[in-house]
């Protein structure tokens, strides 16, 4: 047991901790959260003996064996295999001292080693960490390779599964999936549950934290708050906790009723009108989960795309890769305006190729590749941040991309992403990892794109940055072509998943959680589908029924981008109503000097409640022809 008293710490001139107290139980995995900069490594650091309190007592770490991930790794040439065995110091030392013995014929000390490592279990330590590194998502012939031989995200990594190597009763792991795939997340999920000692993890991964952990401890104030149960968990209890505290939550209600006054409408209809149903489902998160995030200091929305071709962009016949190698072939997508797809696939499958190829960024090897008269690509992914100009400042990096925009929109629009007074005035050298992400991410949002292309956006991103990105891709009316390794992102932001594996490019039938239990259990295809989904393929192959189900796509496409269009239309009439609605509040509207001001409002407001009830009508209609339409494609 770690019991921690009164902790006051201190970094230079800032309090991190002030009589902060928590105490771990043997065994229990923990999550630690909080903003950045309140003091989560520096926490780690005091646990690992690498700072020491100001003040309050540390009691239970003295008798443990600790492991923890560290962010740098060192420049050698040992083998990847080898750096990641040293993890286990007593049993890669043996190793080591029972081949220096042999090779000098001590073969009477070599005796004496041997049987020290097979006490140990030493013998299995190479096999155990190769497997760690395939894992990981390593091959077997990287495994060979010395450390020296890889980039910063690999090399992230093997600090991982050196981490992980070491025996340890307790295990401190600093953002654990920030450079892996959603193959190798998965993985380490599992790999984390079977581990029997006590975990103590930050993470921005909100579905690995509900998966991993049964415990979130939040730094807030300068206190530890701990909660029962995973992030979500944790988000619902928050909310309740300040929703005790806020006398109401104005924005919040105006949705809330909105919602509450569309379902009222189309109530007899809920049972098959999807949005309805949607919305309840949104009513209810929003009740629940809103007030967790009142206080975040994100809040930025993607512009509307305006004029947009359709199709954007298409690939045909396409073959993707580099030099002589070819890694996807007989590539054939259209990415039309509303679209909004997600990548799956293994480490190395291509997805990164080919969405590097789909923005121009890598030539075709084969085939062609088209963009519409009115494309404009917003283009993200990890090496953005490597090509940002450290003394430059946040200003002047979107001052670049427009120089005739007024400083205060800039500075307005930096504010939604936190970047507020000198800091988005001075150099970005000092910025964080996760810092930098966010303007390279602001960079791409400001360039108002019509198809917006993510690869891992959320690497170097803390919670409340997820959650407003995953806001603002919510309301984006473009297309949207995203890969991350986050799977509440997945799930909240796309509609249609493709599937990147042995060298094809398909679309994937089933769901993420039928993903994850595809790659979980070694990809065999006998356990993708759901029990209904192999009654349904019984006497046909899974081509015929990957193509009917296309074929059906296509001839239901139209009506469904038309509904999409209607939803987006009858999002922009709500929001509209709702501002003139706020603007009706004003009690000072109502003397008598703005008497014309206020019969204006009142006639606009009709108009918009009346132009409102059009485009729900309209919706409704669609939605039925939809409905009616594949029930006799799937008759």
């Known amino acids: 047991m770690i019991i921690l008293e009164n902790i006051q710490l201190r970094r230079g001139a800032k309090n991190l901790l002030e009589q902060a107290s928590a105490t771990l139980q043997p065994g229990q995995k923990i999550a630690l959260i909080g903003a950045n900069g309140c003091g989560k490594s520096s926490f780690f650091a005091m ?29 050698t040439q040992a083998p990847a295999r080898d750096y990641v065995a040293a993890g286990d110091r007593a049993s890669f030392e043996l190793l080591e001292a029972i081949a220096k013995a042999e090779q ?18 030493g013998y299995s330590l190479l096999r155990r960490a190769e497997q ?61 549950a079977s581990y029997p000692g006590t975990l103590v993890m930050i993470s921005h991964d909100r579905d690995f934290i509900d998966a991993t952990c049964e415990r979130v401890m939040r730094i807030e104030h300068q206190r530890l708050g701990l909660y029962k149960g ?16 806020q006398a109401s939550f104005d924005k919040q209600q105006r949705r809330i ?79 039309r305006p509303g679209d909004r797809i997600g990548l799956l696939g293994k480490n190395g499958a291509g997805k990164t190729t080919l969405l590097k190829s789909l923005t121009g960024a890598l030539p075709l090897k084969s085939g062609e590749r088209h963009e519409g008269a009115h494309l404009r690509i917003g283009y993200f992914d990890q090496q953005q941040l490597d090509v940002l100009d450290l003394e430059a400042s946040a200003l002047l990096h979107i001052q670049r991309l427009s120089p005739t925009a007024r400083e205060q929109d800039i500075l307005d629009f930096l504010g939604g992403f936190n970047f507020r007074g000198d800091m988005a005035k001075d150099s970005i050298a000092p910025f964080s990892g996760g810092e930098k992400a966010r303007l390279a991410l602001a960079m791409v949002v400001w360039q108002d794109p019509n198809l917006l292309v993510l690869d891992e956006p959320t690497n170097h991103l803390d919670l409340e940055m997820r959650h407003a990105l995953e806001v603002a891709l919510q309301g984006y009316s473009g297309a949207l072509l995203l890969v991350s390794h986050d799977r509440h992102l997945l799930r909240n932001s796309v ?35 759901s029990d ?73 407001e009709g108009v918009a409640k009346s132009a409102l009830a059009t485009l729900e009508e309209r919706w409704l209609e669609l939605q039925e022809e939809l409905e009616h339409n594949e029930a006799l494609l799937a008759s």
């Open 495 to 529: 509609e249609t998943l493709l599937l990147v594996d042995d060298g094809a490019v398909e679309e994937y039938d089933n769901d993420l959680a039928a993903y994850e239990q595809w790659i979980l259990r070694g990809n065999s295809d006998a356990n993708v589908a």
């Open 257 to 335: 009723a909105e919602i509450e006054d569309f379902v009222r409408r189309f109530r007899y209809k809920a049972t098959k009108a999807k949005q309805a149903q949607s919305r309840l489902k949104e009513l209810e998160r929003m009740q629940q989960l809103a007030p967790a995030h009142i206080d975040s200091p994100f809040q930025f929305n993607f512009p509307e795309p305006g004029k947009s071709s359709d199709p954007l962009l298409i690939l045909s016949e396409a073959s993707v890769g580099y030099d002589d190698t070819t890694i996807l072939s007989r590539i054939n997508m259209s990415l």
């Open 104 to 121: 000098s014929g001590d073969y009477d000390r070599a005796a004496t080693l041997h049987q020290a490592l097979e006490h140990c279990d």
């Open 532 to 604: 209904k989904a192999k009654t349904e393929e019984s006497g046909q192959s899974r081509k015929a029924q990957r193509q009917e189900a296309a074929e059906r796509r296509i001839k239901l496409k139209p009506l469904r981008q038309a509904l999409q269009k209607a939803e987006r239309e009858l999002d922009q009439a709500h929001a509209k109503l709702a501002d003139l609605q706020n603007a009706l509040s004003d009690p000072d509207l109502y003397q008598g000097e703005r008497k014309e001001e206020l019969a204006e409002l009142v006639r606009e």
């Open 230 to 245: 995973g992030y979500s968990d944790f988000e619902r209890q928050r909310a309740e906790h300040m929703a005790q505290q």
């Open 132 to 192: 760690l590194l395939l894992g990981l998502g390593f091959s077997q012939a990287q495994c060979q390779r010395p450390v020296s031989d890889f980039s910063g995200g690999w090399r992230i990594r093997l600090n991982l599964g050196r981490a992980l190597m070491t025996p340890s009763d307790l295990m401190l792991l600093d953002e654990p999936t920030n450079h892996l795939d959603l193959d190798a997340t998965l993985w380490l999920q599992r790999w984390l």
């Open 47 to 75: 646990l690992l003996g690498q700072l020491t309190p100001d003040a309050g007592t540390i009691r239970g770490l003295e008798a443990l064996r600790l492991a923890h991930m560290a962010q740098e790794v060192e420049a």
